[in-house]
C-alpha cells in the first residue's frame, strides 16, 4: 500500500448513509470523550493493580506481577475478537455501546469487590520458613477476578473500534476532511496521553490514601460519564452500510478455497485455476498478512519491556523513600511515577516532529524522515538503554538496602527512578507510535480493524512472556530451598 493513499481507516463496504451536518469536528470531540474516559478508567485499574494485590489482596510480588502481566495481556489480545464482532457482527457504534456497559458493570464489581478484601476478612497460614501469610479467601478472589476480566473484555471492544469510528467521521476522499483526519489523530494521542497522566497521578493517591473502594469506583463513574456524553453525539454522528459479510469471513473463505485448491491440485485437478481467479486477490492480502509475521515477531521484545513499568517499577518505587524533600511528610504513590511517561511523550512528540523528522528528511530524503521500521527499531533500543538505567537504579537500590533497618525505607530518594520512566516515555513515541504506523500501513484495505488490534497483540503476548518469565524465575531461585527472587525485590 502506497504511503499516500487515502483508503479509508477501516473497510467501508458500502455507501455513506449521511444526514445533513453530520461528522466532522462536532462529532469527533464526542468521540475524543468517550476514549479519554476509557483510558481513565483503565489506567484506574492497571497503573496501581498490583499495588492491590500485594496489599489487601495478600498476593506476593512475584505472583501479582504474574497475574497483572497475564491480565493486561488478555485485554491487550481480546481486541482482535472485538475487531471481528465489530466488523462481522454488530458495527462499531453498537460494539461502543455494548462495550461501555460491560464496562461500567464490571468496574462497579470491582470496587463492590474490593470491600470484601481487608485484613480482618484474609486466611492466614504459616509459611516454610515460619512467616505468616495471610490471603484472601477463594470467593473473594473468584469473585474479584471475574471483576476484573470483565473490564479486560470491555476494552477489547472499545481498542479496535473508537479510534476507527472516529476516522469514519471525515471523509478521505474530501481534501478538507482528510485534512481535518490527520488533525483528530493528534488531538487523539494528545487526549489518551493527557488522560494516562491524570489517572497514574491522581488515581494513586486515592487508591493508597483514601480507600480502593472508591479508587475503583471513581474510574466506573468517569467511564458511566462518557457513556451519557458518547449517546449524545448518536445523532451526529456519520455511519456507514456494512455491505455485506464482513472481511474476517472473506479472510476465513479465501483461506479454506485456498486449501481446497491446494488438494485438488494435489490430485491433478484444475480447480486451482478457478479459485485463484475468484479469491486470487484476497489470497494475496492474506499471504501479504503471513509476511508481517517476522515483524510482529521482532516487536515482541518491546511488549516484555512495555510489561515492567506497571509491575515491577512500580514495586521498585514502594521499597524508597517517597518524600518530596527532606522535610515534607507527604508520601508520593508508588505509581504516580507512570504519570512521567505521559510527561515525557508529549514534549517529545513535538521533538520528533519538528525537530527530528526535518532533520532526517534532509540528510535521508525520506518524506518521514525515517522509515516506520527504522522508527520501531529506534524505540526497542531505546528501551534496552531504559533497562541499563533501571537495572544500575536497582543495583543503587540493593546496595542502599543492605545498610539500611529491616522494615524501614530504603534510605534513597524515590526520584532516582524517573530517568527510566522519562527514558520509557521517549522509547514509545518511537516504537508504540511506529508499530500503530507500521500495522495500518502494511495491512490491507479490508482488514484495516485488524490492523488496528494486531499491533496491541504484541503488547498482549509479550505480558504473557513477562508472566512466564517471573513465574520461572521465581520457581528457579526457590528450588533446594534457595531465597526467592521475589524477596530480593521486596527488600527494605
Keep these: 500500500m502506497a504511503s499516500g493513499s487515502t483508503d479509508p481507516l477501516l473497510p467501508r463496504a458500502g455507501a455513506a448513509r449521511r444526514r445533513p451536518a453530520t461528522g466532522g469536528w462536532r462529532s469527533a470531540l464526542f468521540i475524543i470523550w468517550v476514549e479519554v474516559a476509557e483510558r481513565f478508567a483503565y489506567y484506574g485499574v492497571s497503573s496501581n493493580l498490583i499495588s492491590y494485590l500485594t496489599g489487601p489482596f495478600g498476593e506476593t510480588t512475584a505472583a501479582a506481577a504474574a497475574a497483572v502481566n497475564a491480565w493486561s495481556g488478555a485485554a491487550s489480545m481480546l481486541p482482535l475478537l472485538g475487531a471481528a464482532v465489530a466488523d462481522s457482527w454488530l458495527g462499531r457504534y453498537r460494539t461502543i455501546v455494548a462495550s461501555s456497559v460491560l464496562y461500567i458493570t464490571g468496574l462497579g464489581l470491582l470496587a463492590l469487590s474490593s470491600t470484601f478484601s481487608s485484613p480482618q476478612s484474609q486466611q492466614c497460614s504459616s509459611s516454610g520458613d515460619g512467616r505468616q501469610v495471610c490471603r484472601s479467601s477463594s470467593v473473594q478472589r473468584a469473585f474479584f477476578y471475574v471483576s476484573l476480566y470483565l473490564v479486560a473484555i470491555a476494552q477489547s471492544g472499545h481498542k479496535p473500534c473508537v479510534q476507527a469510528f472516529g476516522a469514519d467521521q471525515f471523509d478521505a476522499t474530501d481534501p478538507g476532511e482528510s485534512s481535518s483526519r490527520s488533525t483528530f489523530f493528534n488531538w487523539w494521542y494528545l487526549g489518551l496521553c493527557a488522560s494516562a497522566t491524570v489517572t497514574a497521578a491522581v488515581m494513586s493517591y486515592v487508591q493508597d490514601n483514601v480507600g480502593w473502594g472508591l479508587g475503583f469506583g471513581v474510574p466506573g463513574m468517569v467511564m458511566l460519564l462518557g457513556l451519557l456524553v458518547f449517546l449524545l453525539g448518536t445523532r451526529t454522528y456519520r455511519f456507514y452500510d456494512g455491505g455485506g459479510s464482513g472481511a474476517f469471513s472473506g479472510v476465513g473463505e479465501a483461506v479454506r478455497e485456498w486449501r481446497k485448491s491446494r488438494r ?3 490430485g491433478g485437478g484444475g480447480g486451482g485455476a478457478t479459485v485463484e481467479a475468484e479469491h486470487g486477490e484476497l489470497a494475496e492480502e492474506v499471504r501479504g498478512m503471513a509476511r508481517l509475521f517476522p515483524i510482529w515477531a521482532t516487536c515482541l521484545l518491546y511488549g516484555v519491556l512495555f510489561a515492567q513499568p506497571p509491575t515491577l517499577f512500580t514495586k521498585q518505587a514502594a521499597t524508597l523513600d517517597r518524600r518530596i524533600g527532606p522535610s515534607s511528610s507527604f508520601q508520593v504513590p508508588p505509581a504516580a511515577l507512570q504519570s512521567f511517561l505521559g ?3 508529549i514534549p517529545c512528540v513535538l521533538l520528533y516532529e519538528h525537530v527530528l523528522v526535518p532533520a532526517a528528511r534532509r540528510a535521508t530524503g525520506v518524506a ?18 531504559t533497562l541499563l538505567v533501571a537495572a544500575l537504579v536497582e543495583m543503587r537500590r540493593l546496595s542502599a538496602a543492605r545498610d539500611a533497618d529491616p522494615g524501614a525505607a530504603v534510605p534513597m530518594s524515590l526520584w532516582w527512578m524517573v530517568p527510566q520512566y522519562v527514558l520509557f516515555g521517549a522509547a514509545d513515541v518511537f516504537a508504540m507510535v511506529g508499530m500503530q504506523e507500521f500495522f495500518y500501513d502494511q495491512v490491507p484495505g479490508a482488514l484495516k480493524s485488524l490492523g488496528l488490534a494486531l499491533y496491541l497483540s504484541v503488547l498482549g503476548v509479550g505480558s504473557f512472556i513477562s508472566s512466564f518469565l517471573i513465574s520461572a524465575i521465581d520457581v528457579v531461585t526457590r528450588r533446594d530451598g534457595g531465597t526467592s527472587w521475589r524477596k530480593v525485590v521486596d527488600v527494605q
Design 264 to 266: 485438488r491440485g494435489e
Design 368 to 385: 518521514t524522515g525515517i522509515t516506520m521500521l527504522q522508527r520501531i527499531g529506534a524505540g526497542i533500543a531505546m528501551c534496552a538503554v
Design 343 to 345: 510527561v515525557s511523550i
